[in-house]
Every structure is written in structure tokens, then in C-alpha cells.
């Protein structure tokens, strides 16, 4: 069976990385340095472009455990980040350039990993040959028209992506579950109204919010951001996406003076879509203004608004939860063309896209890890047919199930998810 990666970012070298400590040949394709995409400059692969940070390292954090996770898998990346780490605080920062050398060292002194440096513009189906595709979110040209034509209109672009908050952080005594008009069911919408003075002083803040400049390979076109609504007078807001028409706020019996809609954002329920909130904000700044709306004051942003022209496939209509394509199992994707979201989400889609390729060949059932691991819920989230309108996600607690009886410090409760996660981990890979 032959093994081929395309694209040696974070995913790809994760996932030639699996192949080949299990004792198979993989041949790697990597564009560069023939051709670089407008995020890159250096020749090297697993390149970090915008930042230093691969977020915190405690294992009672998100993104800590899913390192952890990676780390007790077999990861490549994450060991060398640990080796070649600068001072940050809680966080896991290292130098990029050193990162990114001793990556493409180890790829390249591997015996069982051949590099071919090519822009591959074609997907082969064949019986003898597995692939992994990791040409990351801005794939671009043949290579973009040939996995339209293994997955139809594939391509997702989020011009504009709303927050989306934790269901537990959601001030219940103020929010009401309800449909417009009562149509539907109570919970498939939760509502945070507002009386007129709130709402004002929401409105002031939100124009006056400093927003986030955006690179020169972005595109800021479609979904309008809600500051930029906010701008256009007051009241129009409460005429788009904050309009209280065919809501009664049980607390007063009457309509309120302007509403914000969160929708479920998954099947559990743990997590909602602040509805029409698409922004163009610094973060530090949603945090701060969206926490005006009154019954997100204590709110937990799982992911802030993000406006990027990035492009990834509908995983959820076109993955399994092993990274595999539905209509051709012989096909794997990793990285963010996934939809998973940061460094270190796309790595650990590359090791777990690099073990299954392993187990296809081999004909062994997919490695499925427990939806209580953090690899184990992205990979649920990437394939989760129940999420109708598909957007990326990073590593946070809020993808995790529950632990029940829920335990109230915020600390505790994560150290109780992780201490959980690790265990399940164990216990699937013992």
C-alpha cells in the first residue's frame, strides 16, 4: 500500500510523522518552495505564521490537555515545541524559526518519509494507494478544483463568523428559551432581552468598539458585521438581528425593548451562536461589549467572531469522525481545511488522520476516541450531521460533555474534565 501526504504544514508532518514511525514508507508534497500562499515566507514546513503562542500549557486547560493528548499519541510537534520554548507566562511559546527547523530536520532524517518538493493539482483514487490531504484553509487553484470534485461544492468561506458561547455560562434568570411566535421548541432558541436603556448603552460601546485590521489576504465582503449595522443608526440593529418582534419576556409579560438570540450550536447543547453577531472586533473588545448583553455578563466565549476569507470543506456532510471521506474512505483530510482551528487542532487532526490511514491499510476499525477526550470532541464537532450551519472550531471545554453533578469552580471543573479525558485516553490507547 502506498502512503501520500500533500502539504507539510502542522497536519501533514503529524500525519507522515504516524505513517512512518509505524513502519511504513509515505512520500510528503510540499509546494514550497516552488510556491508559497500569501500567509508564508519561510521554506521550512509546520511554519508558524501570526504568532509564537500554542496557547496554554496547563493540562486543566483546553488547549493544554489537547497537547497532553497529542504528546501521549505520538505527536511530533508537540515534544519539539516543548524543547524549543521561549518564556510566556502559562502559555506555550516558542521560537518560530527554531519550531519550524527542527520539524523539517526530523522529517527529513526520518528513513521511512520520502519529500517531494511539488504542487500536487489532483487527488488519485486507487486501490493500492491511501491519501492524506493537509493543503490548509487557503488551498487555492487545481488542487481546490479537484477536492470540489470529490466533494461537490465543498468549500465553506467564512467572510463573517459569529462568537459562540458555553449554554452553563448563560444567565438563565434573565434569558428565556422560545421561538418567534412559538414557533418551534423552547429550546431551540435561547433569548437575552433588553429594556430601552440597556439596549442604548449596548449600542454606544458596540460603535465605538476598536476593531481588528485585517491582512492583505483577506476578503471583507458578505455577512454584514453588527458594528457596522450599529452605525447606521441606532434603532437599526433592533430592526435586524436583535429585533424583538414575536418574543413575550416572561419576567414582564411583554415584548422587550430589543432581543439577542443565541442558537444551539451542537447536539449536546453546550454550546450557542450569539445569532447575527458576525463582527470584525478585536476580541478583547467582544469580550468586553458582548458582555453588555444582559444575560451574558458572566458569559464564556468558546470562540470569539472571527472575519477571514478561509476555506474548508462542509466536514459534516463530507467526513467521518476518523478524517476519512464518506464516499471514498481511502482519502483523508487534516488541518484546517477541516474546520478544526489553531495550531495545535490541526496537528492533532494529523495524528489522528495519520493512525486511521495506518488502520485503513491495515484493515482495522478506526481509531474513535471518547467524546470526553478533546481530540475525541473535535472530531465529534467536524462530523456532527446535526450542525446545520458549519463553521471552524478551536480546543475548549465547551465541546466536552458535561461532568455531572456539575461542579461550580471553574478551576476544579476543568481540572475534573481534563483528570477525565486523560483517563478515557487511556484507556482506549492501553
Known amino acids: 500500500m502506498k502512503f501520500k501526504v500533500i502539504g507539510a504544514g502542522l497536519a501533514g508532518v503529524e500525519a507522515a510523522w504516524q505513517i512512518a514511525e509505524k513502519g511504513y514508507k509515505v512520500t510528503l508534497f510540499e509546494q514550497k518552495p516552488n510556491k508559497k500562499s ?46 524549543c520554548s521561549v518564556a510566556a507566562g502559562g502559555a506555550l511559546a516558542v521560537d518560530r524559526d527554531v519550531f519550524s527547523q527542527k520539524i523539517t530536520e526530523k522529517i527529513k532524517a526520518h528513513p521511512n518519509i520520502e519529500i517531494v518538493y511539488q504542487e500536487v493539482e489532483d487527488i488519485n483514487i486507487a486501490e493500492d494507494e491511501i491519501t492524506i490531504v493537509a493543503t490548509g484553509p487557503l488551498t487555492d487553484g487545481a488542487m481546490s478544483e479537484a477536492i ?57 460601546e458596540l460603535v465605538n468598539a476598536e476593531g481588528a485590521v485585517l491582512h492583505d489576504f483577506d476578503v471583507y465582503e458578505g455577512c454584514m458585521p453588527i458594528e457596522k449595522l450599529a452605525k447606521r443608526g441606532l434603532d437599526a440593529p433592533r430592526f435586524g438581528p436583535m429585533k424583538p418582534v414575536g418574543l413575550t419576556d416572561p419576567r414582564t409579560g411583554h415584548r422587550p425593548w430589543a432581543a439577542v438570540q443565541l442558537r444551539r450550536e451542537n447536539a449536546n447543547g453546550t454550546m450557542f451562536n450569539i445569532v447575527g453577531f458576525q463582527t470584525n472586533l478585536k ?38 469522525k476518523s478524517f476519512s471521506l464518506k464516499n471514498h474512505p481511502s482519502v483523508f483530510f487534516a488541518g484546517q481545511i ?93
Open 38 to 83: 500569501p500567509a508564508h515566507k519561510s521554506d521550512n514546513f509546520a511554519e508558524l505564521v501570526c504568532s509564537n503562542s500554542l496557547k496554554a500549557s496547563r493540562i486543566d486547560s483546553a488547549a493544554g490537555l489537547l497537547k497532553e493528548e497529542m504528546a501521549r499519541l505520538g505527536s511530533l510537534t508537540v515534544p519539539i515545541a516543548r524543547a
Open 148 to 204: 470540489q470534485k470529490l466533494c461537490g461544492n465543498y468549500l465553506s468561506f467564512y467572510d463573517a463568523a459569529a462568537p459562540i458561547v458555553t449554554a452553563d455560562s448563560v444567565d438563565m434568570n434573565i434569558a428565556f428559551g422560545a421561538s418567534r411566535y412559538g414557533r418551534g421548541g423552547e429550546d431551540d432558541y435561547i433569548n437575552c432581552p433588553f429594556n430601552k436603556e440597556e439596549y442604548e448603552s449596548f449600542i454606544q
Open 338 to 430: 477541516t474546520g478544526v482551528e489553531g495550531y495545535m487542532e490541526s496537528a492533532g487532526s494529523g495524528i489522528l488522520a495519520g493512525i486511521n490511514a495506518v488502520r485503513f491499510a491495515e484493515n482495522k476499525t478506526f481509531l474513535d476516541l471518547p467524546q470526553t477526550t478533546m481530540l475525541g470532541a473535535l472530531s465529534e464537532y467536524i462530523s456532527d450531521e446535526t450542525v446545520k450551519s458549519f463553521q471552524p472550531m478551536g480546543a475548549n471545554f465547551g465541546i466536552l460533555p458535561p461532568i455531572e453533578p456539575k461542579i461550580r469552580d471553574k478551576r476544579l471543573r476543568y481540572a475534573a474534565l481534563a483528570e477525565r479525558a486523560l483517563g478515557a485516553l487511556d484507556e482506549v490507547t492501553k
Open 283 to 320: 476580541f478583547g473588545e467582544q469580550k468586553r461589549v458582548f458582555s453588555m448583553i444582559p444575560a451574558l455578563q458572566n458569559a464564556e466565549f468558546v470562540r470569539y467572531g472571527v472575519m477571514h476569507r478561509n476555506s474548508f470543506l462542509d466536514s459534516p456532510r463530507v467526513l467521518n
